[in-house]
Every structure is written in structure tokens, then in C-alpha cells.
């Protein structure tokens, strides 16, 4: 093939500096429309789980109280942890904001722990019900707990590899580019938010209600 | 997100050079174009490849339990006994036929190919957004496609409940139906990908100049189609991983209580409910409807406007017309469940609002036809495509409107006038536009342009061909033969039109032919085309502006806009064309 003469040299625009009309960089503005794909995801297990339990005559289907049969205090726990990983992921950021990367590693470090307690948890709690026999076959009480809050559980899987990789090999940019690096930990973080966001509804609709 | 490349404009965007090694300069690409190619070729690919599953289903139609010569004996003795089709691969290949056209097929050409190639250029950007993204788009799609074809080597063969893959048949179907959840997964991921990309790249890497009101229609289309993917797939995708749930994990979302299944109870919790499937299928593939169809219209609208010489009638109304059908094609899915009983309230909202729907459809088509009133008209071969595009999609259109009211869908549902109508809007609507597509931007993607006798064979046999295929299947249709039978005419009432049965097959394997003309100008062209300058059709949109083929970052120099999309034949111009890339009146 053969190129024609000169191609001027054209960097994509608006990678790291906001647009003049939509005032967000290009990856903000993607990973909004991530989230808005998202919310479609859930809504729709949501929904289905609405539709399901109001076509069942009793719920849960084996019968007793929803609260008999998770643990509402470790659940309660998991809220507080998930709660607290998004302020640190705000710390982390704000640190970027403010030019201390030790501060941002420091933070980003916690947010990751934070996330990997609340899988612990959630190991225990599935382990408990695995324990009794109860597997998503058991009745669809169990089939939509199992796969809602695996799918969250997926959820906080990709956050911790996105997270880590920002806290290590991702971090040299602060060198390069802080300001493109600053942008990344905000979109990580409006991701975080959003599977935190996620779990505020999954704990009432599924351990309380 | 955000991980784009900050380095790749400027590490070979020098004169003539190639830095980078062929793997990374053809197959895992970065650039819009060449991603843009490898999906319409691949899709071109798949096109033909669910076109032959059906060629071959034909055979069992119109001849019914007749061994098939030669084929059959190629095909194997678990799929075709003795040279006669086994209903088990008749229904994997009704299954795999609509699921290959409209996920591996017309929405990979249509946005993947089409999409990626012209929205950057037409739009004046260096490339999308997020080009490692991109790339990334393309391998996902890839694997899902080759599972998907890989699931006919499973035991007990391919998916087989039909392309709508509705439970409680599909929970319990053989092990392929569990290969098609997971290839779904990985195509609807690639689209949720490529989605994202063009809403990003259309808002924000615009050229100085190019305002919403002079973005060429295309990409206008374009830019609803990438909304509706991204926002009416992922319903589909946490349907399937309910179904991987029924089918791996044992649970019964779609499985109702007490389902018996040759004459055993099974043995499941129950409890679920299989219309809850239908609602979230059809509310992806309703809005895919009209992925199908929108970037096929901006197509269309690109070639009347060239090949007419003036500009499109109502460009504003089309705008309006598209951005209007975006949101409706939200509101309408429940018209494929007239027949489930859901209730005379809701049949009676839907069948509401799909009426209300076909109005900004008519506005298009009409804005479509006025724009060629008073055209100097060049029937060139896009040209040809795009005019017949103009009745084939009314007539799938309008036959759409007694299946949208529920007194009449009651007779007409699952028959073969269903088969007949949205064939109409897809096959000799949308893949003809698509081919006005490959013939009008060929020879921007490789410097040829494609041989003009060649095409109008093509072009005129597939015409004929067509109508043969889907109009008869209208009448058979309101004599009631039901689609998916394995044998039409174990029914009394299918016998008296069995002899149409003949003349679709007939039409369809001479559809199967006018193909070649096809398959060899494409391959003659690439090698022996007559070399075209950047603007061979005196265009007007900006992909014009840039070398054909353009090298990486497309454009010489950066791209200003100075009028609307389609100026041509201006008043007082020595030219009949004033493109939007060149200053002065």
C-alpha cells in the first residue's frame, strides 16, 4: 500500500484535557456511559428478581423470613467496609489532586484491602450456605442471591485488578503525566463508587426486605 | 477506560514508513480502518456462511424427506441420515441462521465495519477515542464468533431452539444452547465496547466546525445505533447468564413449576417464569431491529445525496425522525408477545406504541423519495442498491403494521408472513444497503474502485432473486403455515402452498449464485481496480478530504469544516458539488 506524502502528526484530542463543550475528557465521558450500561445490567437482574418474587406465593420459597436464612450482621459489616473503601478511594484521588503520590499509594493500598475483606467475608458466607447444602439449585430464593451477588462479587474482582494495577506498573505515569494519571484514578473511582452503589441496594432488597 | 495511546499518532505517522511489524499493522491493529475491515470482512464472511446453513435448510422445504446429492453425503450420517435432513439439524440450522445474519453478520458489518471505518473519517478525527479499545472490540468478537460456529461439533450439535433461544425449550436443550449463552456474552461485550467508543469519538473529536447540524446523516445514524446497543444489550446479556444459571448451575429463573418433559416431571425447583426470558429478550432485540436498520438508512441517504447531485430532502426531519425512533424502539418489544397471554392492557399499550413507532420510519422513507424528486440521477452501482433499498424496506414496513395490531397478529403470528416481513426489512432492506455501502466506500478503503459491470450483474440478479425468496412467503404465510416446521406439509393446509416452497428454494440458491459476481469484482478489484483519487464520486462529506486509502491519522492536514453535509448542485458553482472541507462560497 502505498502512503501518501506526509501525515500530520494528530495526537487523539482531548485525552487528558476536557472538551470546551462537554467539559470532561474522553475516558471520564466513557466511563459514564460504561456505568449507564451497567445500571441497564443490573436493573435487569433486578427486575427479574422483582418479577420472580412476586410470582411466588411465598418468599423465600422454602418458607420462614429472608433474615433467618442470610447473615444480616455479617451483611451489615460488608455494607460498612464497602462504605468506608469508597471514602479512601476519594482519599486516594483527592492525594493525587493535592501531588502526594505516597499519600495516593497509601489510600489506594486500603481501598484495595477494604475490597478484599469484604470478598473474605462474602467467602464465608457463602461457604456457610454451601455448608448446609444449599447451592442456587436449592430454590430460586438461592439462584438469585448467588448469581446477584456473584455478579457484584465479579464486579469487585475487576475493581481490585484495575486498582492494583494503578497502585503499581500503572503509577509510573504519576512521573510522566500526573495529570493524565489523576484522571485515571477518578474513572477507577467512579467505577468504585458505582459497585459500592450496587451493593447499597443488593443488601436491603436481599438481606432485609 | 482511559487507557488510550498517547504515543501511537506519533511513532509512524511519517512519510512512507513502516515501523510497525505486519502482526501489529494488520492484525492486532490500533487503527479504525483496518479494525473496520477486519470486521466487514470477517462479517462479509459470516454472511455468506448463515446464508449457506439456510441454502441447504431449503432443500428439506422444498423437498421434503428426500435425500439431499452430495451435500448430503458430505454433511455426515448424524446430520443427515442417509442424505436426508435430521430434524435435530434443521432446527440447529433455523437456530444458527438468525443467529449468525444478525449478530455475526449485519450488525458487525453494519456498525463494526461500516461504523468504524467512515464515522472517524466522516467526522475528521485521527482515529476513535479509544483505539486499544477498539482493537480490543474486535477481539472479543472474534472468539464469540468461533465458539459459536465451533458449538455444531458439541455432542447433540448446535444451539437449536431457534434465534430467540426461548426456555423452557432452550433450558433443557443439548449442551451447544450452553456455547451459545457464553458466545453471546463475548459478542454482546464486544458491542458494549465498540458502543461506547462511538458516542465518545462523535461528541468529542468532532472537526473545527463540524456542529451537530452539519454532521453528515450517517453518523447521526450511527450515533443512535451505538445508544441502543449500549443500553439495550446488557438486558439481553443478564438474561444469559440466567440461562448459563438454569443450564450449569441447576436454578429455574425461566423453568416453571411442575414442567414435565417426556413424561417425567423434571427435576428442578421450579418457581420460575419463561415469559421473564421473552420480555428481556425482546427488550434487546427490539431496539436491534433498528441497529439493523438505522446505520443502513444513513447509508442510503449518504449515496442518494451523491449519486442525485442535490441535497437530501428534510435533513432535519430525518434527524429528528432518527433521534425519535432511538427512544421508541425502547417501547415496543412486547409486540412479539401478543400470543403469550400477558393481558389485553398491555397488548393494548404496545400495539400503541408500535404504531406510534412507524411514523418517523415513514417520515425517513419519504424524506428518502423526495430526495431523488428533480435529481440528476447517476445509476451508479450504490445507486442501484440504495433505490431498491426504498421499496424492499416499505415493503417489509408496511407488511409490519397487521403484525403490530393484535387482532390481526393473532392469525398471522409464528407463520411464514413474519418470515416474509422482517426478511424484507433485513435481507433486501439493510443487505442491500449494506452492498450500496461496499461499492460506495471501496474504493476509499483500498485506492480501487470496484468493476461497475460486475455490479450491476450482481446487482440486478440479486434483485430478481430476492423478491422470488421472500414474496411468496407472504401468501404462505395467510394460508397459514406456521414457520420452523421441519416438514410443511405435515399440515393439510401447508400442502396447497408446497409449490411455492419450490419456487423460494429455487429463488434462494439463484440468490446463492448472483453472490459470486459479487465474491469475484471484490477480489479482481482489490488486485486489478481501476486507481481512484481521494473524492472518485465528487462527494461533498469529509471522508473525502483524505488520501484513499488513508494512511494512519488520516488526514494531510487537520480537517476544517465550512457547510452543511450534502451541498450539491449550489446555485451559481462551477462545480455541482461544494464539499464540506473547502473554504469559500
Known sequence: ?209 | MSETTTHNGHDHAHAGHHELPFWRKYIFSVDHKVIGIQYAVTALFFLLFGFTLMMIMRWQLAYPGQPLPVIGKILGETAMPGGVMAPEFYNQLGAMHGTIMVFLGVVPLAVGGFGNFVVPLQIGAPDMAFPRLNMASYWVFLPGCVLMISSFFFPGGAAQSGWTSYPPLSDIASVGQTVWCFSMVLIITSSLLGSINFIVTIVQLRAKGLSYWRLPFFVHAQLVTAFLLLLAFPPLEAATVMQIMDRVAGTSFFLPSGLVVSGEQLKVAGGGSPLLWQHLFWFLAHPEVYVLILPAMGIVAEVIANNTRKPLWGYRLLVYSVVFLGFMSFVVWAHHMFMTGMGTTMSTFFQTTTMIISIPSVIILTCFIMSLYGGNIRFTTPMLFATAFLPMFAIGGLTGLPLGLTASDIYLHDTFYVIGHFHYVVAPGTLFALFAGVYYWFPKATGKQMNATLGKIHFWTSFVCINFVFMPMFFQGMAGLSRRLYDPTVYAHGRGVQALNVVISLGAWGLGLSQIPFIVNFFMSLKRGARVAENPWNATTLEWAAPSPPGHGNFLTEPVVYREPYEYSVPGHANDYSPQFVEGS
Not at chain 1, 38 to 58: D, Q
Not at chain 1, 114 to 136: C, M, N, Q, R, T
Not at chain 1, 178 to 185: G, K, S
Request: glycine content about 8%; charged content about 10%.
Open chain 1, 1 to 209: 500500500m502505498a502512503e501518501a506524502a506526509a501525515h500530520h502528526e494528530s495526537p487523539i484530542p482531548y485525552m487528558v484535557q476536557p472538551h470546551p463543550v462537554t467539559g470532561i475528557p474522553n475516558g471520564k465521558f466513557g466511563i459514564w456511559l460504561f456505568l449507564a450500561s451497567e445500571v441497564m445490567l443490573f436493573g435487569a437482574l433486578f427486575s427479574s428478581y422483582v418479577l420472580i418474587r412476586t410470582g411466588a406465593p411465598h418468599w423465600p420459597p422454602e418458607g420462614g423470613l429472608t433474615s433467618e436464612i442470610v447473615n444480616v450482621p455479617l451483611g451489615t459489616l460488608n455494607t460498612a467496609v464497602l462504605i468506608t473503601s469508597s471514602i479512601t478511594m476519594v482519599l486516594s484521588w483527592a492525594s493525587c489532586k493535592m501531588g502526594s503520590l505516597p499519600r495516593f499509594k497509601l489510600w489506594m493500598a486500603a481501598t484495595i484491602g477494604l475490597a478484599s475483606v469484604f470478598l473474605v467475608i462474602k467467602y464465608f458466607e457463602y461457604k456457610h450456605k454451601f455448608d448446609l447444602g444449599h447451592f442456587p439449585s436449592h430454590d430460586n430464593f438461592y439462584a438469585i442471591y448467588f448469581t446477584l451477588t456473584g455478579l457484584h462479587g465479579l464486579h469487585i474482582i475487576g475493581g481490585i485488578i484495575v486498582n492494583t494495577f494503578l497502585l503499581t506498573a500503572g503509577s509510573k505515569m504519576w512521573t510522566t503525566d500526573p495529570e493524565h494519571f489523576t484522571n485515571r484514578v477518578e474513572n477507577a473511582g467512579l467505577y468504585w463508587h458505582f459497585v459500592d452503589l450496587v451493593w447499597i441496594f443488593l443488601f436491603p432488597s436481599l438481606y432485609l426486605l
